[in-house]
């Protein structure tokens, strides 16, 4: 079945860094575009970034973008995403997505990012 | 493009009928058929319900439904159940570079 497993979530301070990585497997994922959505404490669901399926094509949301990198590697079937200068406003559980149609088709189980001093 | 507007809670008796509104605008609602939504359970991940509007995903309950009418997209679930109790979020494609704008979310309790 399709799996989506997320890691490298954890407590840093403002500034700091984190890289999540998000283990795909049971889809054919070089076949997939792929995203990385957030959840801030009791708050609702927002986009962070988009990738295609060979990483020719990658947007970001506004409030990450110079921040923020994409990237995938189709023969480790794995997403990552490199989060720099980190805020506050960062803390969410962020989420690995397969795309499909436009729609997340797919949703990994989240890792929990607190950027806090 | 800005979040798209959801009633933040509404509330059935089971057996009953809701339906839950989802505004966006002629850039994002209104200009595609790809609206997809969310079934959020605490401290679970989102699930789809329904995609391209209309669709529903192989293992979803036909409880649950989706329409469009310009810019205002709508989930109904008919039959209320205690486990459709949760929160709602609706999904609009964008195009551009920010393709994607969801919802506020909305909880929907079974009385």
């Known amino acids: 079945q399709v799996q989506l497993v997320e890691s490298g979530g954890g407590l840093v301070k403002p500034g700091g860094s984190l890289r999540l990585s998000c283990a795909a497997s049971?889809?054919?994922?070089?076949?997939?575009?792929m995203s990385w959505i957030r959840q801030a404490p009791a708050q609702g669901l927002e986009w962070v970034s988009y990738i295609d399926s060979n990483g020719g094509t990658i947007y970001y949301a506004d409030s990450v973008k110079g921040r923020f990198t994409i990237s995938r590697d189709n023969a480790k079937n794995s997403l990552s995403l490199q989060m720099n200068s980190l805020r506050a406003e960062d803390t969410a559980v962020y989420y690995c997505?397969?795309?499909?149609?436009?729609?997340?088709?797919?949703w990994g189980q989240g890792t929990p990012v607190t950027v806090s001093s | 493009h800005s979040a798209l507007t959801q009633p933040a809670s509404v509330s059935g008796s089971p057996g009953q009928s809701i339906t839950i509104s989802c505004t966006g605008t002629?850039?994002?609602?209104?200009?595609?058929?790809?609206v997809s939504w969310y079934q959020q359970y605490p401290g679970k991940a989102p699930k789809v319900m329904i995609y391209?509007?209309?669709k529903r995903p192989s293992g979803v309950s036909n409880r649950f439904s989706g329409s469009k009418s310009g810019n205002t997209a709508s989930l109904t679930v008919s039959g209320l159940q205690a486990a459709d109790e949760a929160e709602y979020y609706c999904c609009s494609y964008a195009g551009g570079h920010s393709p994607w704008v969801f919802g506020g979310g909305t909880k929907l309790t079974v009385l």
């Open positions: 997505a397969m795309l499909s149609n436009h729609h997340v088709g797919q």
């Open positions: 002629s850039g994002d609602v209104g200009d595609y058929n790809l």
């Open positions: 049971g889809f054919s994922f070089s076949d997939h575009y």
């Open positions: 391209e509007v209309t």
